[in-house]
């Protein structure tokens, strides 16, 4: 299966909130947001 690209747009601020965040768990963007997608999927399974 290929891999699909999702975009968003997010306000500045929440953008800064987002990159501190991930900065202090030492993980990427994409592995941050792919969690977050993963463990909603699995609760409402």
């Given amino acids: 299966m ?12 929440l953008y800064k909130k987002i990159k501190v965040k991930i900065a202090n768990d030492g993980k990427t963007l994409k592995d941050y ?11 409402g399974q």
Avoid: H, P
């Fill in 33 to 43: 947001v792919l969690e977050l997608i993963q463990k909603d999927l699995e609760i």
């Fill in 2 to 13: 290929a891999d699909r690209n999702i975009g968003i747009k997010v306000s500045e601020e």
